[in-house]
């Protein structure tokens, strides 16, 4: 038996993020308790090449900056702040762990240990043996179970948490002959392929066929199946610190666009027009988006890729075929199949984010997941009152429809005003690394972030109306 007031579920970023906010915020003693053997979530299970798609700059925790903070001048990414590697993360979380939350006094952590009671794991059929106000955990070595009596809250970090190709199972058969790997296996490769085909058309797909490319493979000998097209965020949009005017100039492009837009359609077109979404192939309309981001450089990458094949998903891949849901295509043993199937972050029902004596991690504003965990720590520390948390943290779903950035940008839109009410928030925005926005005001004396602020201002109501409004079609219900 242990005690504690926070049980957190959950030790990847949500859970570190919002950790280490309320532990600064407070005196708050918390109990973090992982499956894996180390803090960082997913990324211990990560493709060896993989990397952030936003800025390492605004990554991670508040109490330590992950990188350099330096902008990139080569590569794909030239001209924007550097992205961590799985490698660099995974070790950041652990000195984040080792070095200021364990060192705090204020908190403990359990790794390879399974939660094991209340709704949380209703799911996965465990069978609650405790009191109220009691939770627990088992070690995955010894078997032991510990027993948590839990004074204020439990933190599900896990509500969101990714399906990544190193654990899932993918959703069609494979033949025994058939040459096929997890997107993880490609960095493992010892025996050359005559050809690559990558089946997947989101995050992870974009990463294998750009990784091939650097790699020195012919975009002729890349099939690449892309069951949906995607839409996808102008990374050089998303910087901070001394970009931050980049930011502020696309979002208020962006809440133009919303205020103006006669349909979902042209609004798409007026995102697509001032650059704040891409698509691969210009031919084809995106139905998906999942929030990723792309450079310049990678999309004429991937834009040299011509062999994709778009007949549904994968229903079989066979020694001598891809069965799919509208037909298939020819393969052989010679050729390496790659799966990026596996769907990342979950598009799940929202919940709210605080609830009785239970907080669910979930996305507040878009784009950033720690600093949404991040903000929710902060207010948990600073609000008792619960409408007040809910006011402050409305769940903003993971997006998954082309047509879901409507209500994405439309709850960050309202968000950001309410914060902009609050003395308290605005300072500790203004001090938190995982903000994307911070030090904006320094750049004020830009022209291009005074026209950006001047937009904002304008457009911001007539964008939320505007957005309300297309929710409400019978377009935004058909997509």
């Known amino acids: 038996m242990i005690e504690t007031d926070y049980l957190v579920i959950g030790g990847g970023a949500a859970g570190l993020a919002f950790t280490d906010a309320l532990t600064a915020e407070s005196d708050a003693d918390v109990v973090m308790v992982d499956r894996r053997h180390a803090p960082g979530g997913h990324w211990n299970d990560a493709y060896p090449f993989v990397r952030l798609h936003q800025p390492a700059a605004y990554y991670g925790v508040n109490s330590r900056t992950l990188g350099n903070d330096t902008i990139d001048t080569s590569g794909d990414n030239a001209g924007m702040y550097e992205r961590a590697s799985a490698a660099q993360i995974c070790d ?17 952590f359990f790794a390879m240990s399974d939660y094991v009671s209340d709704d949380l794991d209703s799911e996965r059929g465990h069978d609650a043996a405790t009191e109220p106000g009691e939770r627990a955990f088992v070690s995955r070595l010894t078997g032991r179970a510990t027993t948590v009596r839990v004074r204020k809250k439990v933190v599900d970090a896990r509500y969101l948490e990714p399906v990544i190709p190193a654990t899932h199972t993918p959703s069609f058969g494979v033949d025994p002959d058939a040459r096929f790997i997890a997107v993880n296996g490609l960095a493992k490769m010892i025996d050359a392929a005559r050809g690559f085909t990558v089946v997947g058309g989101g995050k992870t797909g974009v990463d294998a066929c750009l990784w091939l490319l650097d790699n020195g493979v012919d975009p002729d000998r890349i099939r690449w199946i892309r069951p949906r097209d995607a839409w996808m965020l102008d990374r050089l949009a998303y910087q901070p610190l001394d970009l931050v005017t980049n930011l502020m100039e696309a979002l208020s492009l962006a809440t133009e666009a919303s205020a103006e837009a006669q349909s979902v359609d042209d609004l798409l077109a007026r995102l697509e027009g001032t650059g704040q979404l891409h698509r691969i192939d210009p031919s084809v309309t995106p139905t998906m988006f999942r929030s990723a981001t792309v450079s310049a450089r990678e999309l004429d990458a991937l ?99 082309a047509v879901d950035w409507i209500p994405n940008m439309r709850i960050t839109l309202e968000v950001t005003g309410v914060w902009n009410t609050e003395p308290d928030v605005e300072a500790w925005l203004e001090n938190s690394r995982t903000n994307i926005t911070r030090g904006f005001l320094r750049q004020v004396a830009d022209p291009r972030m005074q026209a950006a602020l001047t937009r904002q201002i304008t457009f911001t109501e007539p964008a939320i109306e505007n957005l309300t409004r297309l929710e409400s079609t019978p377009e935004f219900a058909r997509a």
């Open 92 to 108: 950041y979380f652990q000195r984040v762990l080792d070095e200021h939350l364990l060192a705090s006094g204020q908190v403990r």
């Open 303 to 401: 834009r040299t890729i011509e062999n994709v094949v778009r007949l549904g998903h994968v229903r079989h891949i066979g020694g001598d075929t891809i069965a799919m849901e509208q037909g298939e295509v020819p393969t052989d043993r010679s050729h390496v199949h790659v799966d990026c199937s596996a769907p990342g972050l979950r598009p799940v029902q929202g919940r709210p984010v605080f609830e009785g004596d239970r907080i669910t991690l979930q996305p507040i504003r878009t784009v950033t997941p720690p600093f949404n965990a991040a903000f929710a720590g902060y207010v948990e520390a600073s609000r008792d009152d619960p409408r007040e948390q809910q006011r402050l943290c409305p769940v903003n779903p993971q997006p998954s429809r």
